[in-house]
């Protein structure tokens, strides 16, 4: 399948700091990208859908001022935890996806707030 | 998009095949089966999918009622690699477009 990169693949940063994650699509350029968060023991949550060149659609209760997406270009895609709290960590996991291709995600990246 | 059941958790012998069911009754004509697994700390890895038709490839195969109210994702010869949770979505393909809505999946725990 095609490759999907994040970076970092894990951070650790103080509460009230900012912490962005890149999602990267390394063999397609990516019209559209999801970002989505897991918490320990649970199933995979859909945060928000970006596609590219336009705003990022939120799910709702997903706050969009506290987590900033960009999707500036078909093969990168950022996320950007602001003013980050304990309850923020998680695991945070993109996915790429475009006419023609399936859906393909990246390996995740563990923010730990402390 | 219609739900999925899944047993949340199966054994399986290292060597023996793995059959993981999927009921989805409420599936609608034009939404597709979709297999994605999981690996502990890992994103999910796409698997499989297909329509009506039985979908083979060199990952696993995908066995789909006549009626499509489930199916059985099939991995033949399962190894200790293939322990993960495995998620079975049904969705419209929409080309580019369409989240992937997961539910609590099966854990595959293959034993040696």
């Known amino acids: 399948g095609a490759v999907v990169s994040q970076h970092p693949s894990w951070v650790i940063c103080k509460s009230g700091t900012s912490v962005k994650i890149e999602c990267r699509s390394l063999?397609?350029?990516?019209?559209?990208m999801f970002w989505y968060r897991q918490f320990p023991k649970q199933s995979l949550m859909l945060m928000a859908t970006?596609?590219?060149?336009?705003?990022?659609?939120?799910e709702q209760g997903v706050e969009k001022d506290k987590f900033l997406i960009n999707h500036a270009s078909l093969t990168l895609s950022t996320l950007t935890v602001t003013s980050a709290h304990p309850e923020d960590s998680s695991f945070y996991i993109c996915?790429?996806?475009?006419?023609?291709?399936?859906?393909?995600f990246g390996p995740g990246t563990r923010l730990t707030v402390t | 998009d219609a739900k999925t059941t899944q047993p949340p958790s199966m054994d399986c012998a290292e060597g023996r095949a793995a059959n993981l069911p999927c009921n989805h009754s409420?599936?609608?004509?034009?939404?597709?089966v979709y297999w994605y697994r999981q690996i502990h700390s890992q994103g999910p890895q796409y698997i499989i999918h297909?329509?009506?038709n039985n979908e083979t490839n060199e990952m696993a195969s995908l066995i789909i009622t006549e009626d499509r109210k489930s199916s059985t994702l099939i991995l033949p010869h399962a190894t200790l690699r293939d322990t993960a949770v495995y998620y079975c979505?049904?969705?419209?393909?929409?080309?580019?477009?369409?989240?992937?809505?997961f539910g609590k999946g099966t854990k595959l725990s293959v034993k040696p």
């Open positions: 996915s790429s996806t475009s006419e023609g291709y399936e859906q393909y």
């Open positions: 063999d397609f350029q990516a019209t559209t």
């Open positions: 970006s596609n590219e060149g336009s705003k990022a659609t939120y």
């Open positions: 409420t599936i609608s004509g034009n939404e597709y």
């Open positions: 297909g329509l009506k």
């Open positions: 979505i049904v969705r419209v393909r929409r080309g580019s477009q369409g989240n992937l809505i």
